[in-house]
Nanobody
């Protein structure tokens, strides 16, 4: 089993920045593709960003150019730097490990709330 714990969420004004962190423990494998997803109230969970073991990254069109995903394999950490935040970025953000595709993963964190005020 892999445990994922997110941190760094909070309330920020539009145009501001936040950095989310995800700590992986247990049978965390540095070869896993890691990612961030989000779910806004009344909406389905959606892919935000993903990063492979060799640091190839992918982003949803809605966050491209504003968000940056990174990882530290030695520390079993994954980060999401979010800049130029918009109210529509408000959601619960989930860290995921061992992504299967752009909608599924084997392991999920409990989520952290990000609220962007206008």
């Amino acid at each position: 089993q892999v445990q994922l714990v997110e941190s760094g969420g909070g309330l920020v004004q539009a145009g501001g920045s936040l950095r989310l962190s995800c700590a992986a423990s247990g049978r965390a494998d540095s070869t896993y593709t890691m990612g961030w997803f989000r779910q806004a109230p009344g909406k389905e969970r959606e892919f935000v960003a993903g990063i492979s073991w060799d640091n190839r990254s992918a982003y949803a069109d809605s966050v491209k150019g504003r968000f940056t995903i990174s990882r530290d394999n030695a520390q079993n950490m994954v980060y999401l730097l979010m800049s130029s935040l918009k109210p529509e970025d408000t959601a619960v953000y989930y860290c995921a490990a061992d992504l299967l595709d752009y909608s599924n993963a084997h392991y999920w964190g409990q989520g952290t709330q990000v609220t962007v005020s206008s």
